[in-house]
């Protein structure tokens, strides 16, 4: 199970929001996480899962930007040289 926070399921209690990083214990074989109904911070507590379960989430496309490489632009991949 690869939960990470900000992932959303559904489960028979409704939807809910990863607020906490995901532990396991046990060798791996149980997950730990904090969990919340979006925008309801007083349903917040900790629910625990076989790492076997499959769960079916929401992830954002790209929750985190990153800066533009400063690699050359160039085909080859190397770096221009400086006149000199």
Sequence with gaps: MLLQV?????????VWEVT????T???GKVVHAMIQ???????????TWGA???????RKANP???????KSKDPKGKRARRPG
């Design 25 to 27: 214990t046990r060798e």
């Design 64 to 70: 985190t930007t990153r800066p533009p490489s400063r």
């Design 37 to 47: 109904q979006p925008g309801e911070a007083a349903s917040a507590r900790e629910k």
């Design 52 to 58: 076997h379960e499959k769960l079916t989430i929401q």
């Design 6 to 14: 900000g992932d959303r399921f559904r489960d028979e209690e409704g």
């Design 20 to 23: 906490g990083h995901p532990f």
